[in-house]
């Protein structure tokens, strides 16, 4: 299977392709675990030819020991990708061939969207994410890239970004994958102990229940539920709860008709950070 290294090769390679053929790109950090397995397939599915790109972003990250920590495996990741179609594009980059010298973000007005939830307990995130995304839609011009709704957060950034840059590409967004106990499906979930591992159905579990209680209840009244969910639990530490409208991403505070709401939440179990969302109505 084709690993390229270089922009230049990865380039050549794809210049070399005709022009008709659909090209796809699944960007992932790598660790890939069946959230991303999807994600491929249905790249796979729907392109000629597909790009899976594996690189640890460092600009996205805020905290350095998360990027430290981050699981890295790019003989596992590439025999997963042989597994589902030898003929797919890996693009692993160094981090020199991304930034050269200079491994900063770009600034970004993403309209507030990333003022909220991930973006205020993450510094800089989502420029290092629209950094990295806007330069691999660059150097592959994918007709179609897929990121999963864990990260409900930044496909509405990267709606956003391809909107603003006048991007030609379409956003596929992919349906959370979830382990057998409803922990949704992330490349952290590596990192916890097997015990912990098993307790953290307990978020989804919070989420369903958020998400029954949304019939009925303000979100003020579910927030404080989830908050005490979380103080009887003690295994893990709860960093946000919010019920936000999905377009703007601001907290709800007066339910609109036809409006789209999600709850989301953020979660430490032991120093790991774990994020998880679900469709409210
Ligand atoms: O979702 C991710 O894994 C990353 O944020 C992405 C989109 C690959 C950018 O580094």
Partial sequence: MPLIKTKKELDQKLKSLSPSKKLGLVPTMGA???????????????NDVVVVSIFVNPTQFNN???L???????????ELIESINSDI?????????????????????FNGLDKVMEGEFRDDHFNGVGTIVEQLFD????????FGEKDFQQLQIIRKLVKTQNLAVNIVP????????????????ERLSTEVRLKAGFIYRTLQTAKRKFGTKSALKIREWVKNQF?????????????????????LKRKV?????????????????????????
């Fill in 174 to 189: 992919c349906p959370i994958v979830r382990e057998k106990n409803g922990l949704a499906m992330s490349s952290r979930n």
């Fill in 64 to 66: 350095t020991e998360d």
């Fill in 32 to 46: 890939l675990h069946n959230g991303h397995v999807a994600l491929v397939e249905k790249a796979v599915l729907e």
């Fill in 257 to 281: 008709k036809n409006k789209k709401y999600r709850a989301f939440i953020a979660v430490y179990a032991d120093d790991v950070r774990l994020i998880d969302n679900i469709a409210l109505n």
């Fill in 68 to 78: 430290k920590k981050y699981p890295r495996d790019l003989f596992k990741d590439l």
């Fill in 231 to 251: 103080l009887k639990e003690g295994d893990f530490t709860l960093e946000y709860f919010e019920i936000a409208d999905i377009e703007t991403l601001n907290p």
């Fill in 139 to 146: 150097i592959v011009k994918p007709d179609n890239a897929y």
């Fill in 89 to 109: 594009l890996v693009f692993a980059p160094t981090v020199e061939e991304i930034y050269d010298e200079n491994v900063s973000a770009k600034k970004y007005d």
